[in-house]
């Protein structure tokens, strides 16, 4: 007991006898009272955390999009999950990019016959997606987008040199 303290007493650190003090009064088994009651049951009710469950039709988008190419980020925000969860079921699933087989060997005779591709369409589609990250304040992303859509612009703007063949 510290003596300098006006709280310390002989009895304990709190007297026993204070006004209002009720001995009988347990606060661990106190009821709520009509008053209390009513404050209550004015609350509204607590809001979620915001877990919740995916579909199966949702995951089996998300595993497409992802593994056609888009991050892990913008599947998640696209679906609604955290990265963490996406990756997770990834992992369990099998479905992560590691996990997938090499793709085939590009052909590139075959691809030149199939025709060039058209840089001023690539483009209008970077420039959307530019657009889409700017819209969800994605400052680095819309950055290497807007990088792309010049380069694109640029190269939409140059004539076309076929590689000789031999």
């Known amino acids: 007991m510290d003596p300098h303290d006006p709280n310390s ?3 304990g650190y ?26 209550f049951a004015e609350r509204e009710p607590s809001i979620r955390s915001g877990h919740h469950r995916a579909s ?14 888009e991050s892990a980020a913008v599947v998640c925000d696209r679906y609604g999950m955290r990265v963490s969860t996406l990756r997770n079921r990834a992992a369990a699933e099998g479905w992560r990019r590691q996990d997938q087989p090499e793709p085939e060997p590009v052909d590139l005779d075959a691809e030149l016959e199939a025709g060039l591709p058209d840089y001023a369409d690539m ?17 680095t992303e819309a950055g290497r987008w807007m990088r ?19």
């Not at 709190?14 to 404050?39: K, T, V």
């Not at 039709?57 to 593994?67: E, I, P």
């Open 9 to 11: 007493t002989d009895q």
């Open 14 to 39: 709190w007297p026993n006898d204070w006004p209002g003090h009720d001995p009988a009064y347990d606060p661990d088994r106190a009821s709520i009272d009509d008053e209390c009651a009513g404050i």
């Open 56 to 69: 199966d039709a949702t995951w089996a988008r998300a595993r497409a999009d992802y593994l056609a190419g």
């Open 123 to 139: 483009a209008a589609h970077a420039l959307i997606r530019l657009n889409r990250a700017i819209l969800k304040g994605h400052a």
């Open 148 to 166: 792309l859509h010049r380069t694109l612009l640029d190269m939409a703007r140059k004539p076309v040199i076929l590689p000789p063949r031999g």
